[in-house]
Nanobody, 111 residues
Framework: QVRLVESGGGLVQPGGSLRLACAAS????????MAWYRQAPGKQRELVAG???????NYADSVKGRFTISRDNAKSTMYLQMNSLKPEDTAVYFC?????WGQGTQVTVSS
């Protein structure tokens, strides 16, 4: 049984930072490309960042230079370091691997 569990979301002021984590179980973690998506109220889910099994990364233009995706295969965990957060980053953030989704973690950027 595959499980993806996100953590690290919360309320932060503009300009602040958060680090999201996605812990995976029941899957050969190191073999798969993975990604973070987000969905804001009333909007479609969008790709934020992706990381291949080899560690190559890609980012949405809106987060380039502010967010960093990484993975620790030994811990079966993927991370998203988010710096210089903006109100428009407010969304539920989901991790995705293969065909599986996590339950999401809320990120709210507000003063």
């Amino acid at each position: 049984q595959v499980r993806l569990v996100e953590s690290g979301g919360g309320l932060v002021q503009p300009g602040g930072s958060l680090r999201l984590a996605c812990a995976a179980s029941g899957i050969l973690f190191r073999a798969y490309n993975m990604a973070w998506y987000r969905q804001a109220p009333g909007k479609q889910r969008e790709l934020v960042a992706g990381i291949t099994s080899a560690g190559n990364t890609n980012y949405a233009d809106s987060v380039k230079g502010r967010f960093t995706i990484s993975r620790d295969n030994a811990k079966s965990t993927m991370y998203l370091q988010m710096n210089s957060l903006k109100p428009e980053d407010t969304a539920v953030y989901f991790c995705y691997v293969h065909v599986f989704w996590g339950q999401g973690t809320q990120v709210t950027v507000s003063s």
